[in-house]
Every structure is written in C-alpha cells, then in structure tokens.
C-alpha cells in the first residue's frame, strides 16, 4: 500500500536531508519541467546556485530548506513526491535521470539531491528568507500537532461550538495542521473516541476535560510513534536506494476494514465509513458517541 506522505513521513525526509545538506553548498541546479503543480520561481537555478544550507525545517507538510541568501527553499512533496539522495556518481552530468526525476540539485561535496514526482502535485518555491508565514501556502495554517504550545485549550478554543464530526475538525488546517487522514483516525480510536462525535462535544462546556486532553495525547503518540518508525528506516537508507520518507506502517484501524477490533476485550468488527470524501476506519463498539 503506497501512501500519501504524511506529517511523520515529511519529518523523516526532512531528518534525511538535514544530515546530508546542512552546511552544503548548492554548485548546480537543473530543473527538467518548468513547474509542478505551479511554476518553478523565476530564475530558480540562478538563486539557488553558491547557496549554502543553513538547516531543514518543517511546517505542517512543507520543507522548508534555509539557505544563506535571500532566498529560502520551500518544498511540498504533493501526493507522490519523494527525494532521493544520489552520492555515487559525483555530478549531474554523470546522473542518468528516472522517469519524472524533475529536480536534481547538485551539492560540491558531489551528492546530488534528485527530486521525483509522478503525479507532480508537489510545490517547490523560493520566498524571502525566514518569512514563511506570509507566503500564500502557510500564512493560513494552524498549530502545529506536536509542539509542547498546542495542548487540550488550545483544541477545545477551536473546537468550541462547531458541530462538525471530529474526525473532519482535525482535518481542518486551521484546527491543526499535519494529521492527516490516517493518523486522525488512529488517534481516535486510541482515545475510544467516535469519528462521528460532534466537535463541540468532545470538548464540553467548560472547555478541556478528560476526552480532549486523551485525543491531544494520542495525536502526539501517533504522530511521534511513526516518526521513530520512519527514522529507523533513515539509518540505512543509502543501502536501499537513496529514496527518502516512504515507510512500512502498522495500523490499528486504518486499512482494516471488516478485521476485528484489535482491542482485547472487544468483540466489534472495524468499519469503514466516507467523512468529507475521505475513508474514516473505526471500531463501533469501543469508540464512544
Ligand atoms: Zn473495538
């Protein structure tokens, strides 16, 4: 099953460039389209070549590489998009592309960072340094799921009065960012929380209580557990094939339609329903309304 890359398969890419970036200078960038899913920046090659790598960071699903220039790098990897991490062949002269290879970057110590996308629904931008939130794909986002900043206030503040099923609010960019599909439904089962609850219920009258400060936790869990799931497969990635943040998963609910509930004591069976056009899995027996 390949999925979309989510929250802990960007971290793991962003851990994997990090290492090999960081204190690199850019020496040749070659673009083989003129866009992906918008048009590359003007004159990207020229802006980004003699740039250093000053660190990788991340906000929600977006890279976002630091250079030392005006510019910083702003990379999204869409529905397919992935980064490989070629250091054998010393040059992008000597590098015969994939098909959909669309971006290599070449470093001086001799790596070269090639970004692939079959779908081509990823981003890549350049934006006036350290000024992420003004531009247009980030100025909107939410909090971030795993900083210490968002805890059960800061949800039940959003949540309050709206009477939208839980599983679609935290989906919604705006009450958090990164969670993303699969990971809101693991996190709903682990807090015996219903996807079809009403928002506003979850958090009660008086703001955070027992359930919300449960599906705050298990966020974090969630999105953390895969995360040290995806950084185990960091260590040896050169002896795969370079190719960074895809990664086996296992999950309690999501994919396992008509399975039994893996809770012990319980005799449900894991359904699946349609929320906002996306598949929720869940168990009907131990998730409570
Ligand atoms: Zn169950």
Redesign the pocket.
Known sequence: MKLLPELPEVETVRAGLEAQMVGQRISKVLLRRDGLRFPFPENMEKRMVGAEVGAVERRAKYLIIRLNTADDWLVHLGMSGYFSLVNDRGSIANYEPLKHDHVLVEFENGFIAVYNDTRRFGVMDLFPAGRENEHRLISHLGPEPLLDSWDASVLAKSLSGRKTAIKVALLDQKVVVGVGNIYASEALFRARISPLVESAKIVGKNGINMRSALLVSEIKKVLREAIAAGGSTLKDFKSVDGTLGYFAHSFKVYGREGEA?V?NT?V?EVERIVQGGRSTFY?P???KK
């Open positions: 509930c809770t319980c449900g168990c027996v131990c998730q």
